[in-house]
């Protein structure tokens, strides 16, 4: 039997959760017609100084668009073109946009952002368009503003179906080539579902994968808002990563796609409630799925060796707004509730689905290790009295759920089996203490 002890190792297993895994925790503030106005402002500020404290490190305002709009939602000098939270953003004026920035990007751990939305839903992508234009409108207005990032969205999925899908290169190019700070990009899953548009679908993945990999954006962010049926909830997101479905806008498919080092550049987005309004004529967005269960499962995600998940997102805050049919609530709280979840659910692992395994580090159905008195054999934990757990000097400091590896322990024990390991281990250093 093999059993080689070194009682100096002290394990400190440590609770992780979405701040430790999930670096980037996004937010985005509609750009619906709403009730925002000129008595507004000090709320406005104090919503983001709570979603900062909820977690929020990076927070989206919408929007700066090309369609002009004439009602209350407008800012101050940008002719209709900014709408509902930039245009409250706006009103708020230099000295107030400051002191928002400097509690936000000043905060001594995980400092947050404010960006904004350059484009809008009603941007459909169209070569009578001057979406170059438009970005250098973007570019001066952040400057002008106080701004750290710009969102490109745009309507590709007006594109679906369309011989102009060519259109997403070109003008994605020329609108990131005009910015001088960080830029995201946001796409709906629809036009990255090859089941839908092939074409669209490989001009999106083309344009995503140079760009992303010559470091010419900050990063990608998809809305994944459609309602999956007879699947696991979580299969559009995650592919096989949670089951065997695969789906070409999955980030399971992504990965192959682009890299595992470069995923980490693409923050997933769901909406953030059942009854989220796509716009103020009643219409819903698609895709709920319940916050707990979903930072459950992407904190699982977040530590497979085979995944590189680094953010999540949520579509979205937005003020009331009564004259929409039906009226749209105020969901700073619900929001609120989001963030706070990031704090309080801890990081469990997957359950290994071969019996007897200890570590599943890169799939729930691949064994990297079975428990004491198993052998690992073609994916089968076999029993072997002769195998137990055994370490070498490299096992030190502190361990977690998330960093143990097959290099640190040759059998590695399941974080389920760790205490009672810990309290073996210090019990036999006890007694060859008092042996002596």
């Not at 709403?34 to 507004?40: D, I, K, L, R, W």
């Not at 002008?144 to 102009?164: C, H, K, P």
């Amino acid at each position: 039997m093999r059993l080689i002890l070194y009682a100096h190792i002290c394990y400190q297993v440590q609770s992780l959760n979405s701040v430790d895994l999930l670096k980037s925790r996004l937010v985005f503030f509609d750009g619906l017609v709403s009730q925002y106005g000129e008595t507004s402002a000090d709320p406005f500020r104090q919503t983001i100084f709570d979603f900062s404290a909820a977690n929020f490190n990076l927070m989206v305002l919408e929007s700066y668009s090309s369609v002009e709009y004439t009602g209350v939602n407008t800012g101050k000098n940008t002719n209709g073109h900014l709408q509902g939270a930039l245009a409250e953003w706006d009103r708020m004026g230099n000295t107030y946009q400051e002191q928002v920035k400097k509690l936000v990007n000043g905060k001594s751990k995980d400092p947050g952002f404010i960006g904004f939305t350059c484009g809008d839903y009603k941007d459909q992508v169209s070569s009578n368009t001057d979406f170059a234009g438009l970005a250098s409108d973007c570019n001066t207005y952040a400057d002008a503003v106080a701004l750290d990032f710009a969102n490109i969205r745009l309507n590709f999925v007006s594109l679906m179906g369309s011989s102009n899908v060519g259109l997403v290169e070109s003008i994605l190019d020329s609108m990131v080539a005009t910015f001088n700070l960080p830029i995201y990009v946001t796409f709906d899953e629809q036009v990255l579902d090859a089941n839908k548009d092939v074409s669209l679908y490989k001009v999106c993945i083309k344009w995503i994968v140079a760009n992303i990999k010559n470091d010419k954006i900050k990063g990608i962010l998809i809305r994944y808002n459609e309602g999956i049926e007879n699947q696991s909830k979580f299969d559009n997101i995650y592919g096989s990563w949670t089951s065997g479905a695969g789906y070409s806008q999955s980030l399971k498919n992504l990965t192959s796609v682009i890299g595992l080092e470069f995923v980490s550049k693409i923050i997933p987005v769901k909406v953030a409630s059942q009854n989220e309004p796509e716009n103020t004529q009643g219409g819903i967005v698609p895709g709920f799925v319940p916050w707990p269960e979903l930072i459950e499962t992407s904190l699982k995600i977040a530590q497979l060796k085979s995944t590189n998940l680094s953010g999540i997102g949520v579509w979205s805050y937005h003020t009331k707004n009564e004259g929409a049919d039906p009226a749209i609530n105020d969901n700073a709280q619900e929001v609120i509730g989001i963030g706070n979840k990031f704090d309080e659910i801890p990081a469990e692992v997957f359950e290994c689905e071969v019996d007897h395994c200890a570590e599943c580090l890169y799939a729930p159905s691949v064994c990297d290790a079975c428990v004491n008195y198993y052998l690992l054999d073609n994916n089968l934990c076999t029993y072997d009295p002769s195998e137990t757990t055994t370490f070498d000097d490299s096992v030190t400091g502190n361990m977690t759920t998330a960093n143990m590896t097959t290099g640190d322990v040759i059998t590695a024990p399941s974080s389920a089996n760790l205490k009672s390991l810990n309290n073996v281990i210090f019990a036999v250093f006890l007694s060859m203490c008092f042996l002596k």
